[in-house]
């Protein structure tokens, strides 16, 4: 066995009984609270042979009985598969076939959609769940290389795979985040994001191990966010671009509260524009890169450089390290763009069932960016999504980020189309607040791009397509395309 730590759930309420734990609505729970509901949980799970041999899938919504649920298989040393509630049964199927999982613990909600499953599968409303009189084995400690999570990749392109992420993963996740953002005794984290993603999951490790409350919400609403960030109870929420549009859309003229001190925004490269109106208004954010792999942020900005670095992803957590490599294997030098690649000891242990993407411990990300002199890393796109346009490079975040600054442009989405002369041109996709005539569009980004990275069409769409992390999926762009 390797290195090990006391139970998170038990030793905090070892610590802090009496501090918050969990916050819905209008109903609280202590650490005390919270670990005996979890041990009544655990208990009657026992009762269906759930044990650390199985391997338990949840499908459940962002609602507390899914918090107690990932509380209780730990406490019984159980590997939990997530599980996207948002994708269709074909998609939840083939992961729970892929991870060999036997046991699925779903929510009411989707009891028909469990029920269309055609597989060998035990399968246990939570409403089935009741209490079991013996005690059940309850772990003490929790050992660092032992899989605690696994989640599947959001598939932007291919088949997803299941990304192995071990208790060692979480705990210096958080240590890492800890020593970055800093930790005060009055913290607390919105969690507005799924927690069958690691955004939403990795608040939750957070808590039990800072002694810190989860303000929970089902799903994100941008009134209810605003009224809780105006309350002066929340200190910390995660987001990405698209929720904090609709956060500075709500707060118009007015200001968050100043107990407030960190808008963590994640899920890829920002909009320039977005952060600068986040600075007039006084806003704390903290641009941040991370994913599945990485068990989520690897690298954040650290707060004294959030105005002098804006747009930076920031430096690696203390724990962590970075480089970029060209396509040669060499490490590229100050401004020279090439594959993001991380190493640390919150990197997962592998892929599920595949190879993993490590050379000599580094993790390849696919992701394209590069570190300036002092080295703070600056994310460009995805490998995936480079455009190659008569020999040059083209971002797609990089226009996205132009279009963004148009004063009638709310959303943007760019990808790259087959082109006899150059290769690929990039193409473009708007959702604004009210129509604009392309010419408007073609001579704004005239100004401020080189002409071959204008796009040479503009559609104008109702709503981007996201995923279940709010990222863009540009291959339903050019499904759009191919439609019509």
Known sequence: MGESIPNWLLQRTYLTPERIALVFNEQSWTFRELNEEVKNLANGLSAFDINPSSRVAILMKNRPNTVLTIHALQQLGVETLFLNNRLTATEISYQLQDSGTNILIYDQDFQSLVKSFDLELKTIGYDEITDHQSDFNQRKEHNFDDICSIMYTSGTTGNPKGVMQTYGNHWWSAIGSSLNLGLELNDAWLCAVPIFHISG????????????????????????????????????????????????????????????????????????????????????????????????????????????????????????????????????????????VVKGPNVMKGYLNHDHAFVDGWLYTGDI????????????????????????????????????????????????????????????????NSPIEESNLIDFCRDRLAAYKVPKKFFQIESMPRNSSNKLMRKKLMEYISHK
């Open 201 to 340: 999951l990795s608040i939750l490790m957070r808590s039990v191990i800072y002694g810190i409350p989860v303000y929970l919400m089902e799903q994100f609403d941008e009134q209810e966010a605003v009224t809780l960030l105006q309350s002066g109870n929340i200190t910390i929420m995660s987001v990405v671009t698209v929720m904090l549009n609709r956060i500075l859309s709500t707060i118009g003229g007015e200001k968050l509260h100043p107990h407030f001190r960190c808008m963590l925004l994640g899920g890829g490269p920002a909009p320039l524009p977005l952060l600068e109106e986040c600075q007039k208004k006084n806003i704390p954010v903290f641009q941040t890169y991370g994913m599945t792999e990485t068990a989520s942020q690897i690298i954040t900005l650290a707060p004294e450089y959030s105005i002098e670095k804006i747009g930076s992803a920031g430096k690696p957590l203390f724990p962590a390290q970075v480089k970029i490599v060209g396509e040669n294997g060499i490490t590229m030098l100050n401004g020279e763009h090439g594959e993001i």
């Open 369 to 432: 960016g590069y570190l300036d002199s002092e080295g703070f890393l600056y994310v460009l796109d995805r490998r995936s999504d480079l455009i190659v346009s008569g020999g040059e490079n083209i971002y797609p975040a990089e226009i996205e980020s132009v279009l963004m600054e148009h004063d009638h442009v709310i959303e943007a989405g760019v990808v790259g189309v087959a082109n006899e002369a150059w290769g690929q041109v990039p193409y473009a996709f708007i959702v604004t």
